[in-house]
């Protein structure tokens, strides 16, 4: 069965520090991955998708880049975090039938 | 931007059927319509989704208006467990660049 794994589960970081969350998918090939950032009390935000190594396309411009270099490993980066990078993100590997979401990161950009 | 509206929230109480309405008037053919739930601090969970016909499964069941426009998620016993945010989203095909896009969805509280 297909699993998808994230950490780390919290992280406190000062403003300008570097940031890297990890995303790997077990159990299936070829995914497509996406990164999602929820603010407190606010929806879920797309900020990143994948449709293969390599390719990566960003919805909205952002203080944030994602890269996918391997098949089944996600990754979203930030060179000099932002206070209002605070929030809750999400990775998730979809196809026709939804997607399937991760436990999530929970940032704190102190 | 989402294509759907729901109402912001609704309770209900334990043990009842829990009737999630939404709107999506400008539904396209080859849209599906998706529900997810998210519980507090946790990733949104896949729900049921559906293209024209009703569906059921474990979780819930899903009625779809004849003219797609409209559609309800039924809880058929709600318990204490399932207070979450819901969401109902449309999207086409995965294969043609398609992606769920989340609107805000409808707090359900479900009370004893």
């Known amino acids: 069965s297909q699993t998808i794994h994230q950490w780390p589960a919290t992280l406190v970081q000062p403003v300008g520090s570097p940031l890297s969350l990890e995303c790997t998918v077990e159990g299936t090939s070829n995914p497509n991955l996406y990164w999602y950032r929820q603010a407190a009390g606010r929806g879920l935000q797309l900020l990143f998708y994948?449709?293969?190594?390599?390719?990566i396309s960003s919805e909205v411009p952002q203080n944030l880049s994602a890269s996918r270099p391997q098949d089944r490993q996600f990754i979203l980066s930030s060179k000099k975090l932002l206070l209002s990078d605070s929030g809750f993100y999400l990775c998730?590997?979809?196809?026709?039938?939804?997607?399937?979401f991760g436990s999530g990161t929970r940032l704190t950009v102190v | 931007d989402a294509k759907t509206t729901q109402p912001p929230s609704m309770d209900c109480a334990e043990g009842r059927a829990a009737n999630l309405p939404c709107n999506h008037s400008?539904?396209?053919?080859?849209?599906?319509v998706y529900w997810y739930r998210q519980i507090h601090s946790q990733g949104p969970q896949y729900i049921i989704h559906?293209?024209?016909n009703n569906e059921t499964n474990e979780m819930a069941s899903l009625i779809i208006t004849e003219d797609r426009k409209s559609s309800t998620l039924i809880l058929p016993h709600a318990t204490l467990r399932d207070t979450a945010v819901y969401y109902c989203?449309?999207?086409?095909?995965?294969?043609?660049?398609?992606?769920?896009?989340f609107g805000a969805g409808t707090i359900l509280r479900v009370k004893s």
């Open positions: 989203i449309v999207r086409g095909p995965e294969e043609y660049g398609n992606k769920l896009v």
């Open positions: 559906g293209l024209k």
């Open positions: 994948s449709v293969g190594i390599g390719q």
């Open positions: 400008t539904i396209s053919g080859n849209e599906y």
């Open positions: 998730a590997w979809g196809g026709n039938y939804g997607y399937t």
